[in-house]
């Protein structure tokens, strides 16, 4: 009770029922990762098939980081958020009677756009609602809760696979999810007032284009977009695809023990969360940046010698925990060199790039383990993040070039 009467205090009531939501729908959204591979296996389809499904939803959702922004500007955010979240709902039930892999596909791009609505109007509603002072306790409360559905979606997805004895199963669980979360945004979802200064910073917008094009030719931020491009690439190819399918084929672990692999990776990555803002905020975020890097490439590096069941949790734990460090650092530089007016653009360019990734790295990774090997395939993105934390050293330290207005 404490804790919630300080929430309270701290916090506009929307940011708590925003991330509340977000709760919701994020183990909506994950319940199902731990049979995505093994429905795809159902259809004959290759890894790099079973990478497309996890693909499909970021398709989806890359077009609306910057359509959906406009259209919270222009319309009612409550109905922006509840019919984004409908229309996951409506795929995932759709998805449950999907009996050809095509059309599933397209069914998983319907539930990315959905998704990418929802989000869309649930990041706006912080931005605009919350004073700067308060932004990043309310960034982290966010993201907490984000992180808390992540967690507990596979092991519940898994769960109602193998009680049901049913791969569909899932499916259902997510649009029951969805729609609860349009319900609730019909409700609770308000319109948006923005701060004073917020305010004064839309005022101030005249040179947004030049400011653009100068941060396209500054190194660390074109860098953190690429390592916000590698962070949501591993984290989908390696967690929601390559793991899954090495606990299985190697290992033989049900749908449950994959559920609780990735709910592990993902528990230890939330556990991490308030440490690594902490330390940004202390010791600035370039060396944070690039030790998190190395440590997230070690651990990918040992998923091959993973050899039992409690050898792949120990694993998926440490790998949670380092991207869990990597993970604020970029949100952080974005916003240390972003000018006054180009938020929005910015943000886009940042979403955009994290889409990408989630895009590409289940099936880069799925066509590796398909034609290489999973041992192949853990190194050579192991690989690849160490030489992204190597070309790191380059960037500069950006804490304290914060440009915003008081």
């Known amino acids: 009770m ?15 029922v925003v991330s509340l939501m977000t709760l919701v729908i994020m183990m909506g959204s994950s319940v199902i990762s731990p049979v995505l591979p093994l429905i795809a296996q159902e259809f004959g389809v290759s890894y790099a098939g079973a990478g497309a499904l996890v693909s499909a939803f970021a398709l989806g959702r890359i077009p609306f980081d910057f ?35 095509h059309v599933l596909l397209c069914y998983r791009f319907i539930g990315g756009v959905g998704s990418a609505l929802f989000t869309i109007t649930a990041m706006a509603c912080l931005a605009r609602t919350v004073a700067p002072q308060r ?46 979360v349009a319900l609730m945004s ?29 941060l396209s030719r500054d190194f660390t931020f074109v860098f953190i977009c690429g390592v916000t491009l590698l962070l949501f690439g591993i984290r989908s190819g390696v967690t929601l ?28 990555n939330f556990c991490v969360l308030w440490h690594a803002g902490r330390v940004l905020d202390r010791a600035g975020r370039r060396w ?40 604020p650092a970029p949100a952080a530089v974005i916003a240390d060199l972003t000018p006054p007016g180009a938020a929005g653009k910015v943000m886009g360019i940042y979403r955009g790039a994290g889409d990408t990734g989630l895009l590409l790295g289940p099936i880069v990774v799925g066509w590796m383990a398909s034609h290489l090997g999973f041992t192949p395939a853990f190194l050579m993105v192991a690989l690849g993040t160490a030489l992204v934390a190597l070309l790191g050293s380059g960037m500069r330290e950006t804490l304290g070039e914060v440009k915003r207005q008081p």
Request: with cysteine.
């Open 241 to 268: 695809n390559l793991m899954p399918l090495f606990a299985q084929e190697t290992l033989g672990l049900s749908e449950t023990g994959i559920g609780l692999a990735q709910s592990l990776c993902s528990l230890a």
């Open 67 to 101: 359509i959906g922004g406009a259209l919270v500007d222009r319309f009612n955010p409550r109905w922006i958020a509840a019919g984004g979240a409908a229309v996951v709902a409506i795929s995932a039930g759709l998805s449950a009677g999907a009996y050809d892999f």
């Open 135 to 180: 932004m990043g306790q309310a960034m982290g409360f966010y993201q907490s809760m984000l992180l808390i559905g992540v967690s507990v979606g596979p092991s519940v997805g898994g769960v109602a696979a193998s009680v049901s004895q049913n791969l569909r199963a899932p499916f259902w669980a997510m649009a029951g999810l969805s729609f609860a």
């Open 288 to 327: 944070v940046l690039l030790a998190s890097l190395w440590a997230s490439a070690l651990a990918v590096f040992c998923f091959p010698w993973a050899t039992t069941a409690w050898m792949l949790m120990l694993v998926a734990m440490l790998f949670g925990a380092a991207i869990g460090y990597v993970g």
């Open 2 to 16: 404490n804790f919630l009467r300080r929430l309270g205090a701290d916090f506009n009531p929307q940011v708590i």
């Open 186 to 214: 019909l409700r609770w979802v308000g319109e948006f007032t923005p701060t004073s200064s917020q305010t004064r910073a839309t005022t101030t917008s005249a040179g947004t284009p030049s400011a653009l094009r100068q």
